[in-house]
């Protein structure tokens, strides 16, 4: 073995992540936040068909996928208007640097991923939008109002 073959792996590390620090600390963060991002929608979803007496969601059913999907969608862009007055200048340009063109649930993370690492209270952002996404489905109130009103710009 030659010296710079002892490092060039880890052990501790899978070999399908990338090598950079930067990447594989973005990937982890993209991969929280997804987890993350799932849970709540999905447990929305659950509760909510539940109170409606409907039937649980089901991965194969193409319109429940696309409730799915567009809870993500809602649960996300409420989550960053109501951070985006927070920013500072220097801040909302590199989440603006995300927002290109593409898949809008992938965009739509790479945001979150940015404020993630921007914002040192980020997950407790994260948690109360999801404390008042989970009360607005039981009480049929305006999400976006509740949001507003919560982080100060209502």
């Given amino acids: 073995m030659t010296p710079s073959s002892f490092f060039g792996t880890s052990l501790r590390r899978d070999p399908s992540q990338p090598a950079d620090l930067n990447a594989r600390i973005e990937a982890q ?19 909510r068909r539940q109170a409606l007496s409907l039937p649980a969601p089901s991965a194969d059913n193409t319109r429940d996928r696309e409730e799915f999907t567009r809870s993500v969608h809602t649960f996300l862009a409420e989550l960053s208007s109501a951070i985006a007055p927070t920013l500072s200048g220097e801040q909302q340009r590199k989440a603006a640097a995300e927002r290109g063109p593409g898949d809008e649930t992938q965009r739509l993370l790479g945001v979150h991923v940015v404020l993630a ?38």
């Fill in 117 to 154: 690492r921007e914002l040192p209270d980020y997950w407790q952002r994260f948690e109360t939008a999801r404390t008042v996404y989970a009360e607005h489905l039981d009480s049929g109130s305006e999400r976006r109002g509740l949001l507003a009103r919560l982080f100060g710009r209502g």
């Fill in 29 to 47: 963060l993209r991969e929280r936040l997804e987890e993350a991002v799932d849970f709540v929608c999905l447990e929305a979803l659950v509760k």
